[in-house]
């Protein structure tokens, strides 16, 4: 039998559904997803099976004109994830067209060594009339020699299977890159501070969730087949730790257990969440904790 596998780069503007297709061809949840831009920060694996074929998906931060220390290191890690990849997926969201940060990134894909293998993607079909998705097709493919096209709701489903199927016979002959069994190439500490950090964005408002990160301090088995988990918040300013907190600590509270609550689901055992809000100042700069992120400030410069 032969088999196949490699990686496939998820690349796109912030909020345009690369998480959500990540975890939509593995068939679980791998890689956190909120309405809110910025959610991604770090390239996160996803692994889906496709016939004989392994695909292994990397999920980036989407691509925009970074800032901040934070946004670079991201910008960074998402186009090291498109040139490391055999295989490059452009997503564009369908009802926002052509916009001046997709004209950026088709520039850039230009430079790209790999560019033959960018595959274009528009996604969230499902908000649009079908004579703009045909009209927006032809206008990107006449901009970018994409190796082919596809229309998706990667919420939905809808086109996905077509899209797995050519990304499984796109893929180079070679030996899987994974166990059959494994899903995902991120460390369970890790997704679990992403799981709070998705709970934690989807309660509270505007800038807040870009200025806080989560750490999983300690990880605990217990004999009894549970587990023991702590988490530290940080916030970077004094004042966002109330916010965090809530009115008798009732957002911490919810955030707790609705992050326990997916964390247990996905463990398959009951878990004891521990959290705890912490302030520290300048985080946003600190290259030790990027380089936990899995990213590289240097990168970033
Ligand atoms: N209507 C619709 N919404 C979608 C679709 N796919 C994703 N979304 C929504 O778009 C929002 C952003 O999705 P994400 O998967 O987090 O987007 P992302 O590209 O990973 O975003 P960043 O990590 O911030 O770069 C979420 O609210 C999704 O539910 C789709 O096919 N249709
Ligand atoms: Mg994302």
Redesign the pocket.
């Known amino acids: 039998m032969t088999t196949r596998a490699g990686f496939v780069a998820l690349i796109g503007e912030p909020n345009a559904g690369?998480?959500t297709l990540t975890n939509r061809l593995v068939g679980a949840k791998v890689?956190?997803?909120t309405h809110k831009v910025q959610?991604?920060r770090a390239r996160i694996r996803g692994v889906a099976l496709e016939g004989d074929a392994q695909i292994v998906l990397v999920?980036t931060?989407?691509l925009f004109r970074p800032k901040r220390t934070l946004d670079r290191a991201m910008v960074a890690a998402a186009w090291g994830g498109a040139s490391d990849a055999d295989i490059v997926v452009l997503l564009i969201e369908a009802h926002r067209g052509i916009t001046a940060g997709v004209e950026a990134i088709l520039e850039r894909l230009q430079d790209l060594s790999n560019r033959a293998r960018v595959a274009l993607a528009i996604n969230k079909i499902d908000r649009v009339k079908a004579e703009v998705l045909l009209a927006l097709s032809e206008d990107l493919n006449s901009r970018f020699p994409f190796a082919e096209t596809f229309m998706i709701s990667a919420e939905r489903g809808y086109g996905c299977d077509d899209l797995k199927r050519w990304l499984g016979d796109a893929l180079p002959e070679g030996p899987w890159l994974y166990p059959e069994d494994q899903i995902a190439d991120l460390p369970l500490r890790m997704i679990a501070a992403e799981t709070t950090r998705e709970k934690l964005t989807l309660r509270l408002h505007q800038e807040l969730p870009y200025q806080l990160t989560v750490e999983t301090e300690s990880w605990e088995e217990r004999e009894d087949g549970t587990a023991r988990i702590d988490q530290i918040v940080y916030v970077a300013r004094d004042g966002h730790k109330g916010i965090v907190l809530g009115h008798k600590g009732e957002t911490i509270k919810a955030v707790s257990k609705a992050s326990r609550e997916e964390l247990e689901e996905f463990l398959g055992r009951r878990v004891h969440l521990f959290l705890q809000v912490k302030v520290r100042p300048g985080w946003l700069d600190e290259a030790e904790r990027f380089s936990e992120m899995g990213l590289n400030i240097k990168d970033g410069k």
């Open positions: 690369k998480s890689s956190i997803v959610t991604t999920d931060p989407g």
